[in-house]
């Protein structure tokens, strides 16, 4: 499985954070600036950037994959409750006559979103695909966590930190352009490897699901990472499980891997959550330094696995390959391994 990260593009609105930059990519659309600004004109910006930064993608076989929340047949009373997708808010993007696919399977949908797009051009069915996720949390994200307990009182969450009592939602629009291996692009990061389980039921987090889907992505890729830019959301029995579940990777790769969340300063962007964590990693690669969690000031610890905690980062690395993991209800587990292109 090789499907180049061509160019990507992420902005995010969430409260109580220090930073809206910590993996932003380069002409970016800052905390401040999209304070006002609706979700499809903040999704407008980032492809209309992406595309001008890359005009060679309009004109070719284009795929649009969008991660999004979506009734499909089913319509239930409450139907004007439900976010459009991205590409429906987006008129330009509406009307492009282009083969285009919804994933919709809770908070792991960004991630299988990343998934199927590299998948379709490893197949050769496209040569580009364009992955959208925009998430305005509204009455429907809401509701789904406060029935399971799991919204903290705070406007921020604290991944891994063992004060953790919940996640915080927060508003996040990402459009990323995968394409096939080109010799222009060599040292673009580049998705390697996939796992994927579903259990098709529960809310709570499955340890053995998740290892199998990180350890299938290493084994698919053939590489070893060093760092997970984790789904860690905030909730202390999803957090544990997680950070159980990579250390157990770890220990089997005779390592420690570092592991940190990009949702103590973005918030749980729900659907678009992968998304936010895929950017950190190619971020991480592209810098050469992993990022540290915000709010988390005291992390649980596992043997085989280290939270980057507040404040830090690991500068002395040089990472070469890393694991995104994006979970959801229903036991829906998806991990991609993510390298640097080479010269």
């Known amino acids: 499985m090789h499907a180049t990260v061509v160019d990507y593009l992420g902005a995010h609105r969430a409260a109580g954070y220090e930073t809206a930059s910590a993996f932003d990519p380069g002409p970016h659309i800052a905390e401040a600036e999209i304070a006002h600004r609706s979700r499809p004109d903040v999704l407008a910006h980032c492809v209309d950037t992406l595309l001008a930064r890359n005009p060679e993608v309009v004109g070719s076989r284009l795929v649009i994959v969008e991660a999004a929340q979506t009734t499909g047949a089913y ?10 997708t991205p590409s429906q808010t987006n008129p330009r993007l509406a009307a492009w006559r282009r083969d285009r696919l919804v994933i919709s399977h809770a908070c792991a949908s960004a991630g299988l979103a990343l998934a199927v797009a590299a998948a379709l051009i490893q197949r050769d069915r496209c040569d580009h695909a364009l992955v959208l996720g925009a998430t305005a949390p509204g009455f429907i994200e809401r509701a789904a966590f406060a029935s399971s307990g799991a919204l903290t009182d705070l406007e921020y969450c604290r991944p891994f930190d063992a004060s953790a009592d919940g996640t915080a939602l927060g508003f996040f629009v990402g459009a990323v352009i995968l394409g096939s291996a080109a010799a222009d692009r060599p040292d673009r990061p580049v998705i390697s490897g996939i796992g994927i389980q579903t259990l098709g039921l529960g809310a709570q987090s499955d340890l053995d699901s998740q290892l199998w889907c990180m350890s299938s992505a290493v084994r698919s890729a053939g590489v070893s990472p060093q760092f997970v830019a984790a789904h860690a959301t905030g909730t202390k029995h999803g957090d544990r499980v997680e950070l159980d579940a990579v250390a157990a990777l770890g220990r089997s790769l005779d390592t420690e891997l570092y592991v940190s969340s990009c949702k103590g300063e973005v918030g749980h ?37 280290r939270v980057v905690s507040h404040g830090h980062t690991i500068d002395n690395t040089g990472p070469s390959a890393g694991i995104v993991n994006a979970f959801g209800f229903g036991g829906t587990s998806c991990s991609i391994l993510v390298q640097q292109g080479r010269e």
């Open 75 to 84: 319509f239930p009373s409450n139907v004007e409750d439900y976010l459009p």
């Open 269 to 305: 962007s729900v659907h678009s959550a992968g998304l936010a964590s895929a950017m950190v990693a190619f971020e991480t690669l592209r810098r050469g330094r992993i990022f540290g969690t915000q709010h988390c000031l005291d992390p649980i610890e596992a043997a085989g696995a």
